[in-house]
């Protein structure tokens, strides 16, 4: 049956919840890279922007894994819900979904350690 128009599809819920984990990885790089530059390396520096930036880093953070945990339940019960012909078919859907966001992530913030 198709879907209904107006209707959210999994898979299209499936990539709104990449979209806003990448975005969401976006934002506590710029950030991190915001809150690095109002403080120096002495210590001094303003203390109040560099405390804004530091808690934006840690909010966007937090709704990152919020939003990857949810992309997890919806690729377990699309798992639960659609029958795949094998493994390897399960683990290509959810490459994009669920292991590149926080592979993606890790790798900003290691560029972001070692080159800044």
């Not at 804004?52 to 990857?68: K, R």
């Not at 659609?82 to 913030?109: F, H, I, R, S, T």
Request: net charge neutral.
């Amino acid at each position: 049956m198709p879907p209904l128009r107006g209707m959210i599809t999994l898979r299209r819920l499936k990539l709104l919840l990449s979209a806003a984990e990448l975005a969401c990885a976006a934002m506590s790089l710029a950030a991190a890279w915001q809150a690095d530059a109002a403080m120096d390396k002495s210590g001094l520096g303003d203390l109040e922007r560099f405390a804004l930036w530091n808690s934006i880093v840690g909010l966007s953070l937090m709704l990152f894994f919020l939003l990857w945990v949810s992309a997890v339940l919806v690729a377990l019960f699309t798992r639960q819900r659609e029958q795949y012909p094998g493994n390897a078919q399960y683990w290509k859907e959810m490459v994009p979904d669920v292991l590149c966001p926080p592979l993606l992530l890790g790798a900003g913030w290691l560029v972001f350690v070692l080159f800044h």
